[in-house]
Each structure stands twice: as C-alpha cells, then as structure tokens.
C-alpha cells in the first residue's frame, strides 16, 4: 500500500534559524506531491506543490521543496523561520496514474518557534 | 480554487445519537473527500463521496456508521452515526476542481467540524 512517512514529529527552532524536513513516499509510478500547513486554529492549506518540470518548487512564505525522484523524497525548505510559521506541517502524495486517485497525508509535523 | 464551508463548526453530542454534517463548495467539483483528524494526528480518508452514486468507503469505514450524501456537485454530507466517545475528532471536508481547471489536482479543504462525543 502507498504510505508518505515524515521524519520529524516536533521540532522546535529559535527565529531565524533554517528548516529542512523530510518526506518519503512509497509509490514507484508519477506522483503529484504536496505540503500543506495548518496554523492553530485554521483549516489546512495548500503550502506548495510538485506536478511537473522544475524539481524545486517555490511556495508560500518562503517556503521552497525538492522533488528527488530517485529518493522518493520531497523535502520541505526554509532559510529562515518566523514565529508566524508555527504550525502542523503535512506532506501529501496523490498517485498521479488515475485521475480519481485520492491523497494520502502524511503523519505530520509540529513546528514551534522560540522567539 | 474553491471555497468550502462546514456546518456545523463545532458540536457536543451524547452517546447513541447521530449528527450529520453539511460541506458546501462554492464552484462545481468533481471530486469531495471526507476526512476524519484525531486530536494530534494526521488526516485520514474515510470515503470518497461520488455524485450520483454511493461513496467509496476507505478500510476501517462503513456506510452504516458513516453514510454519505452527494446529490449535486457542489454539497455533501456526511452523518457520524450512533455516536461513541471515540468518534470525537475534527471531520474535514475537501473537494478537488474540475478537470478543466490547472488546479485540478489540488485538493481544497473546508474549516472543519470539531466533534466532542460525551
């Protein structure tokens, strides 16, 4: 069965400092990638997202991924967090060979930020 | 992009009883999901709601306790049925465009529905 598997359940970093998580999956054919976030209180939000052509894609906030085919990764960047960017981070795969393929999420990421 | 609103946001219900939730999108979607988030956890599909059809339910999900409604391509609804107190969880409700749209592929979620079962 698919899986997406993050690396990281809570990670706690001071302002300023940089982001970099992981994000596996298991699925061998094309994938649609994506990593949305929910800031306290929120609903989810679409953060950034991979289809297609460029490997490293540009999101909101500054946020930027990779797409490593050979890894199966799409790791998730930032140089420099803010206290804004508290929030519960997911990774999400949609196996991209059938139009009604659903997204299977991650496990998550908690960042909190010390100011 | 699409817009979605839940009804209700949040609700405390007794044991036994039943509560089903409202999901509109405010454009025309091909494809809405029903998610269900335990308190600190991530995000599991309980059933893909097919218009015009019966959902297709995840394992671990059945219609008797979870059925759901999609008659037109903008709303959904989904009833958490004879409720215990581990059905308490945020149930989401997402939708995916048309596929026309270059966002096609994305997956919009609405603001959740906090449910507390006592």
């Known amino acids: 069965a698919q899986s997406v598997s993050q690396h990281n359940h809570h990670v706690i970093l001071s302002e300023a400092a940089s982001l970099e998580w992981g994000c596996n999956y298991s699925?061998?054919?094309?994938?649609?990638l994506f990593w949305y976030v929910q800031y306290p209180g929120q609903h989810l939000q679409l953060l950034l997202k991979y289809f297609s052509g460029d490997p490293l894609v540009k999101g909101i906030k500054g946020f930027e991924a990779e797409f490593i085919k050979s890894k199966f990764s799409f790791n998730l960047r930032k140089p420099s967090v803010q206290w804004s960017d508290t929030a519960e981070y997911f990774c999400a795969v949609n196996p991209g060979y059938s139009s009604a393929s659903k997204i299977i999420f991650g496990s998550g990421t908690r960042l909190s930020i010390r100011p | 992009s699409a817009v979605i609103s839940q009804k209700p946001s949040r609700d405390i219900c007794q044991r036994g009883t039943s509560l089903t939730i409202q999901c509109q999108v405010d454009s025309q979607v091909t494809m809405m999901f029903w998610y269900r988030q335990q308190p600190g956890q991530s995000l599991t599909l309980i059933a893909t709601?097919?218009?015009?059809?019966?959902?297709?339910?995840e394992s671990g999900f059945v219609i008797d306790k979870f059925p759901i409604s999609r008659p037109n391509l903008t709303f959904s609804t989904l009833t958490v049925s004879n409720m215990s107190p581990e059905d308490s969880s945020i149930y989401l409700c997402s939708a995916r465009g048309t596929p026309r749209e270059s966002s096609y592929n994305e997956q919009f979620f609405g603001p959740g529905t906090r449910l507390t079962v006592l």
């Open positions: 699925y061998g054919g094309t994938v649609n």
């Open positions: 709601a097919n218009q015009g059809s019966e959902a297709t339910y």
